[in-house]
């Protein structure tokens, strides 16, 4: 009887596969690029923080652009309910 391996998800789930195909997802995951590190990103976060101050608000044209886009969609749909 050829061996089985067990891969395991980040969510938990546990799936049986020959061991050859484990080998080569093994292979894949080791050749991928790593992620940066939850330090340097926080670095990162850090030291851009508020570099785009004073500028636009994002925050603010994206609530304009879905007041619009609300306007609209209540323009298409009058007709059902008037």
Do not use: F
Not at 10 to 31: D, H, N, S
Not at 47 to 63: F, I
Not at 64 to 75: I, N, S, T
């Amino acid at each position: 009887m050829a061996r089985q391996a067990r891969l395991i998800t980040p969510t938990g789930k546990t799936i049986v596969l020959p061991l050859e195909i484990y080998r080569q997802v093994r292979q894949l995951l080791a050749a991928r690029p790593r992620r940066r590190s939850w330090a340097k990103m926080d670095k990162a976060i850090r030291d851009n923080y508020g570099k785009l101050a004073g500028g636009v608000s994002l925050t603010e044209a994206l609530l304009v652009e879905r007041a619009a886009e609300q306007a609209r969609e209540d323009a298409k749909l009058a007709w059902l309910h008037g």
